[in-house]
């Protein structure tokens, strides 16, 4: 598999490292923890059923790993499809992110992967810490709102266009 910052330099070869306030090294531990399925069996230790960790926002019971919880829930789902980021299977992790990169077609896909799963994360510990019952509607709220919150870190000016543009369509 191709190393984890030479994809990212390749999605994002001219912004990148300076769009978000935190370290390159930080925003690929976290991608590397995103993508990096090869230890989905390794669930997150909440919503036990019988020894075995269930997902607490599906009624389905799935098992709960990065993989299900990002791409493969109901919410999660419903999120990447109102966003237009199309996870479709491949031979690799590499390969499905370069697909979903490519069919996206915007120059700031990973910023809203990350801002997407941020929230993805920040809506199932509200429910588990805090028993807020998580909504889409409250989760498009809040990557709204950082969304828009990066519009000022933006740079290269051709970019800003479209990304006021994918914040105004929300």
Not at 67 to 78: I, T, Y
Request: glycine residues 6%; negative net charge; contains cysteine.
């Amino acid at each position: 598999m191709e190393e984890f910052g030479v994809l990212i330099s390749k999605l994002h070869p001219l912004y990148f490292p300076s769009l978000f306030p935190m370290s390159t090294l930080l925003i690929e531990a976290f991608l590397k923890f995103l993508f990096d399925l090869s230890s989905e069996g390794a669930g997150f230790g909440v919503g036990e059923i019988d020894g075995e960790e269930h997902c607490v926002l599906c009624p389905t019971c799935q098992l709960e790993d990065r993989k299900h919880l990002f791409f493969g829930c109901n919410l999660s789902a419903c999120i990447w499809r109102f966003l237009q980021v199309d996870w479709d299977d491949g031979p690799s992790m590499d390969v499905i992110v370069r697909r979903a990169a490519s069919s996206f077609g915007k120059p700031f896909f990973l910023e809203v992967v990350l801002v997407a799963c941020w929230h993805i994360w920040k809506i199932r510990n509200g429910l588990i810490f805090n028993h807020v019952r998580p909504t889409f509607d409250a989760w498009r709220a809040a990557f709204t709102h950082d969304m828009s919150l990066l519009v000022h870190r933006i740079r290269p000016v051709n970019f800003l266009c479209n990304f006021v543009a994918l914040i105004k369509s929300l």
